[in-house]
């Protein structure tokens, strides 16, 4: 997205926050701290400052959500951020660390993320002493291993999962608002879900999902002042 065209983003609208997995909804309601919530009619949960929207695990369940989120009352100028576990694909990568996307990209096309280096910034903030990426970040319609994984990183992308990139044209598909994917690893390089430290690794990207709350806000709060 240029400058110019974030110009015309419309401001003022909600933040919807979407996630696939019950797990990574779970870390993140529980984030809330006994904030009121209630139950929306795609299964997500509401906060004061925020609609949480569990779409189900792949791209195609992931586009039907958030099309039909996006239809919805006030959603008009709604940001929308992409959220939830990934794997890594650069080795050195470890679960619990970070991936801010400057790009989701899939078969289907690229969407330029907004706001990358503040939201960054906020993510080291708000999870100190964690690793933050900032690159690709590349779509797939199923779990990705091995080989796979090396082709991948040859593209120039940082990690791949399976909803971002489908979540991010849906929500830019009829008008430009306000996007971005951040991403927890789970799986990486030198720890790939097969193997023995999964769970350890599961564990420690489930605490820092559950951490990185106020961080999503302050993208928002910035995503809703004038442009220079």
Do not use: K, N
């Amino acid at each position: 997205m240029s400058p110019a065209a974030g110009d015309r983003t419309a401001r003022g609208g909600p933040l919807l926050v979407a996630c696939a997995l019950r797990i990574e909804q779970m870390a993140l309601r529980s984030a809330g701290r006994g904030s009121p919530r209630g139950t929306d009619a795609h299964g997500g949960a509401h906060g004061g400052a925020y609609t949480l929207l569990r779409t189900g695990m792949g791209p195609c369940a992931a586009e039907r959500a958030v099309l039909g989120a996006l239809h919805g009352p006030g959603t008009d100028r709604a940001a929308l951020l992409a959220t939830g576990f990934c794997a890594g694909l650069v080795p050195g990568m470890s679960p619990g660390d970070l991936v801010v996307a400057e790009e989701t990209r899939d078969p289907r096309g690229t969407v330029p993320c907004t706001g990358v280096a503040l939201l960054a910034e906020a993510l080291a903030r708000a999870v100190p002493g964690r690793t933050v990426h900032i690159g690709p970040l590349t779509g797939s319609d199923h779990v990705v291993r091995g080989r796979e994984r090396a082709r991948l990183r040859a593209t120039g992308a940082l990690a791949v999962d399976m909803e971002s990139a489908a979540t991010l044209r849906a929500a830019v598909r009829d008008g430009e608002r306000p996007v971005a994917a951040v991403r927890v690893i789970v799986d990486a390089p030198e720890h790939e879900l097969v193997r023995i430290g999964t769970v350890r690794g599961g564990i420690s990207a489930f605490r820092v999902l559950r951490a990185v709350l106020p961080a999503f806000y302050e993208w928002h709060r910035s995503s809703l002042l004038p442009r220079r």
